[in-house]
């Protein structure tokens, strides 16, 4: 089975400031992908970043990146320059060949200005 | 990437009467994903929805409860069955195929 665990359940962070969010996932799979969602009041689901496990490389995507750590099972999210805007409910989930989805129970963060 | 409509966005209803979500996306896609967050929490599958078959439902959500249309390949319908309190949830489809798309969910009350 797979899991996904994000071990903060919440976060804040002055605005401007650089902010990790940290998850890790047990999967006894060797291809995968891993994401980074961000869900606001709004509750639309939106993509922050992918990661294709076979991938050394970390993905980046402008403000955000990873660091991505295959063996330790290890996911984290940085947010750099925070915004306002990244005030929002944070979901790590992870993704089989199948394309079934799995997500993280959240971090929620509070970008404090 | 992918449009998904989601229909209704809302909606409070009566226990015991039933209500059917309806996902429609702007592009075809072979597989579908429907997933329920109950509040506070975070998202989980409740079933994929593949034309032309049955739905493959996750453990511990079954057809009775929770019948899943996919008639073809820009449409699916989740229709929640006789509905308790407990049902209230925000329920999510979503597309792939190397990420996930969805839609803006429907907040369901059940009174």
């Known amino acids: 089975a797979q899991t996904v665990t994000q071990s903060q359940p919440e976060m804040s962070v002055q605005e401007a400031e650089t902010v990790t969010l940290s998850c890790t996932y047990d999967t006894s799979e060797n291809n995968y992908y891993l994401f980074w969602y961000k869900q606001p009041p709004s509750r639309q689901m939106i993509l922050v970043i992918r990661q294709e496990a076979y991938k050394q490389q970390n993905a980046t995507e402008n403000r955000f990146s990873v660091n991505f750590q295959k063996a330790a099972k290890s996911f984290s999210l940085k947010i750099s320059d925070s915004q306002l805007g990244d005030t929002a409910m944070y979901f790590c989930?992870?993704?089989?060949?199948?394309?079934?989805?799995?997500f993280g129970t959240g971090t929620s963060l509070t970008v404090i200005p | 990437s992918a449009v998904i409509s989601q229909k209704p966005s809302r909606d409070i209803c009566q226990r015991g009467t039933s209500l059917t979500i309806q996902c429609q996306v702007d592009?075809?896609?072979?597989?579908m994903f429907w997933y329920r967050q109950q509040p506070g929490q975070s998202l989980t599958l409740i079933a994929t929805a593949n034309q032309g078959s049955e739905a493959t439902y996750e453990s511990g959500f079954v057809i009775d409860k929770f019948p899943i249309s996919r008639p073809n390949l820009t449409f699916s319908t989740l229709t929640v069955s006789n509905m308790s309190p407990e049902d209230s949830s925000i329920y999510l489809c979503s597309v792939g195929p190397t990420e996930a798309f969805f839609g803006q969910g429907t907040r369901l009350t059940v009174v």
């Open positions: 592009s075809q896609v072979t597989m």
């Open positions: 989930a992870f993704m089989k060949q199948s394309n079934q989805f799995y």
